[in-house]
Structure formats: structure tokens, C-alpha cells
């Protein structure tokens, strides 16, 4: 069993859409859980950390769920511009990165 | 500033062949870190460097070595290529020493063993 899994998509939305992932990870001794945005042929950009309570940044919203162990990344009003391969990262020694959803915002 | 910076982009090797990545920030982080990304897998960390004279295995370390030249840079040497390191190399800095914050990633090395 993979330590991180994703879904691996591809999701294909329209523009304006609300899109969620979700992200699943073993090691419940995980403490620090990110979101990174990959570009095609580019490489990793941090999108946001996730808190335990919650945290929003504009149309970006994640949440964390320990007892279930799993994260969320939920999409508002989605862009053209959102087009990109959305990395889920869990931290205990190391940083474990899932495969990647890969989103198609369409016209 | 330029941030984390990778060369080669691209290279292709023939088995058995040796190669050195080139990584180097200029950020004043203290750890760095090697990774390979494979369709499918997400990444895996090679190596890291907690710190300037420091170095630890990741999840994947064999057929490959690090230096920790100095703070600004960390190679990746491969000394006998194989099919099966045929992969996108990315390296990355944190500015502490701890796995629990932001990484910075380079451009990334595409590299092709034959």
C-alpha cells in the first residue's frame, strides 16, 4: 500500500466549476500535510500547508481529517489557470508525496 | 535571486556510464534534498542534507551518492547508470532542518540511460 494516495484524475471541468481531491496516507504519526501545484514538465510549487482546523487561501480551501487520515483540496470557481497535476505531501521523518490529480479546467 | 538551480536539463547516458547532477541555491537553506519523479509514483527522496557536512539516506538511495559541497550546494552522482534510473531528477531546499516546512524545488535534471 502506497503511503500517500491520490486519485490519480484526470478531472475535467468546466471553467467556474468546484472541483475536490482527496488524499489518503498510512502513517498516522504524520504531523505536517501540504499541497503542491505541479506544472507540466515543471517542478513542484508549495499551493498551501494544511492545518488542522481548516484553512482557506481565496479559492483554495484544505482541509485535514486525522481520525480518517486524510486531506481534502477543494477548488471554487476554477480557472483556466488551475490546469495542473495538484501533489498531496504528508510529513513524519521525511516528506511523502502522493502521485498527483491531474485537473483539465476547460472553456 | 535565482533560487534552487539544476544542470543538466537534460542528459542521456549509456549503462554503466557515471554523471554528476549539479544542484545549488542561493537562498541560504540549510537542508537540501534529492528526489526522482516516475510516472505514477510521485516522488521519492533520494538523499537530503540536514545540513552543511551532513548527509542521510531517503527512501531510495541505492546505486546513487551525495556531496554537500558547502551550504549553497548538493550533488547527485550516479556511478554506474542503469535503464532503471532513467527518471526526472529534482532537487530542493528547506531553510531549517526539519522535514516540516515549505520546499523550494529546482527545474529539474530529465535523464535518459540507454
Known amino acids: 500500500r502506497k503511503e500517500v494516495e491520490q486519485d490519480p484524475g484526470p478531472f475535467n471541468v468546466p471553467e467556474g466549476a468546484t472541483v475536490a481531491f482527496n488524499c489518503t496516507y498510512s502513517n498516522s504519526a504524520s504531523q505536517s500535510f501540504f499541497w503542491y501545484r505541479q506544472d507540466c514538465r515543471k517542478e513542484p510549487k508549495l499551493l498551501m500547508s494544511v492545518y488542522s482546523s481548516g484553512n482557506e487561501d481565496g479559492r483554495f480551501t484544505a482541509q485535514l481529517n486525522r481520525a480518517s487520515q486524510y486531506i481534502s483540496l477543494l477548488i471554487r470557481d476554477s480557472k483556466l489557470s488551475d490546469s495542473a497535476t495538484y501533489l498531496c505531501v504528508v510529513s513524519f521523518n521525511d516528506m511523502r508525496f502522493g502521485a498527483g490529480t491531474r485537473l483539465t479546467v476547460k472553456p | 535571486n535565482a533560487g534552487v538551480t539544476q544542470t543538466p536539463k537534460f542528459q542521456v547516458l549509456k549503462t554503466g556510464q557515471s554523471m554528476t547532477l549539479q544542484c545549488a541555491q542561493d537562498m541560504n537553506h540549510n537542508s537540501m534534498y534529492w528526489y526522482r519523479q516516475d510516472p505514477g509514483m510521485g516522488l521519492r527522496l533520494i538523499y537530503y542534507?540536514?545540513?552543511?557536512?551532513?548527509?542521510d539516506k531517503g527512501e531510495v538511495p541505492n546505486g546513487y551518492n551525495v556531496s554537500r559541497l558547502n551550504k549553497r550546494e548538493f550533488s547527485l552522482r550516479l556511478e554506474s547508470a542503469a535503464p532503471s534510473q532513467t527518471s526526472v531528477y529534482f532537487c530542493?531546499?528547506?531553510?531549517?532542518?526539519?522535514?516540516?516546512?515549505?520546499?523550494?524545488f529546482g527545474p529539474g535534471t530529465r535523464l535518459l540511460v540507454l
Open positions: 542534507s540536514a545540513s552543511e557536512g551532513t548527509t
Open positions: 530542493a531546499s528547506s531553510p531549517g532542518q526539519g522535514s516540516a516546512e515549505t520546499q523550494y
